[in-house]
């Protein structure tokens, strides 16, 4: 498997611009997770999914966040309008849960997208 | 407020010693795990200890959890320089209503490791 691929790794945009990353998770995992990254918070949960449901979103900071699972292998984070202050790194995770609970397994981690609103 | 929050914040070591990394947290937890993150990539998974076992070991790595001190550390023993990396641990609860449960991160400890 080729693990958790995100697209796309670099994004450099402007105030006010919509951004979307995206994320394909392993194949069979039935967990998805959006994390978000910086130096001074650490590492964010956003939102997280279980077969393709969001499950909590209560970790997305604002309404100009939105995230979609359409099916098993594909999910979106959508900024809209982006801010400066959303500057961060973005990571998808993704994992089978044990027993019907996400947290019982290890997480795989995609790459990361690392965006930067100017 | 964060659940789990790893000490030191940075360890500089040179190859060949051994080195600690500590976690503290604050609740009642299933299991722990320790990530390790290398600069620009995601996090792997290194490993994971449940709320009833002690001591864990994989290859070079050894990991204890002292429930009674809510605290876990992770011992690296005879580092490389490929090992310099952020480490962190992370939580799982369940919440006792469902089935759901999710991890928590620390802000990491970053080890440097000279040759």
């Known amino acids: 498997d080729a693990g958790v691929i995100q697209s796309p790794r670099h994004e450099v945009t402007e105030m006010g611009q919509e951004v979307t990353l995206r994320c394909k998770p392993i194949?069979?995992?039935?967990?998805l997770f959006w994390y978000r990254q910086t130096m001074m918070r650490g590492l964010e949960l956003l939102i997280y999914?279980?077969?393709?449901?969001?499950?909590?979103d209560s970790g997305m900071p604002e309404d100009r966040f939105s995230a979609k699972m359409p099916n098993a292998s594909f999910s979106t984070l959508k900024i809209q309008p982006s801010e400066p202050r959303d500057s961060a790194v973005y990571f998808c995770?993704?994992?089978?849960?044990?027993?019907?609970?996400?947290?019982?397994?290890?997480?795989?981690f995609g790459p990361g997208t690392r965006l930067t609103v100017l | 407020s964060q659940q789990g929050e790893e000490d030191p914040q940075a360890l500089s070591i040179q190859e060949g010693e051994n080195a600690t990394m500590n976690c503290s947290y604050k609740?009642?937890?299933?299991?722990l795990q320790w990530y390790r993150q290398n600069s620009g990539r995601g996090l792997v998974h290194l490993i994971l200890?449940?709320?009833?076992?002690r001591e864990k070991h994989s290859g070079r790595l050894r990991v204890t959890l002292d429930t009674s001190k809510k605290s876990s550390s992770l011992l690296i023993t005879a580092s490389r320089a490929a090992d310099t990396a952020s480490y962190f641990c992370?939580?799982?609860?369940?919440?006792?209503?469902?089935?759901?449960?999710?991890?928590?991160f620390g802000k990491g400890t970053m080890l440097l490791v000279s040759p």
């Open positions: 200890i449940r709320s009833n076992e």
């Open positions: 609740t009642s937890i299933n299991n």
């Open positions: 992370a939580t799982a609860r369940t919440y006792m209503n469902s089935g759901y449960s999710t991890l928590t």
């Open positions: 999914f279980n077969n393709n449901v969001p499950i909590d």
């Open positions: 995770a993704s994992t089978l849960g044990l027993a019907g609970i996400s947290s019982y397994n290890e997480q795989f």
């Open positions: 194949s069979g995992h039935d967990y």
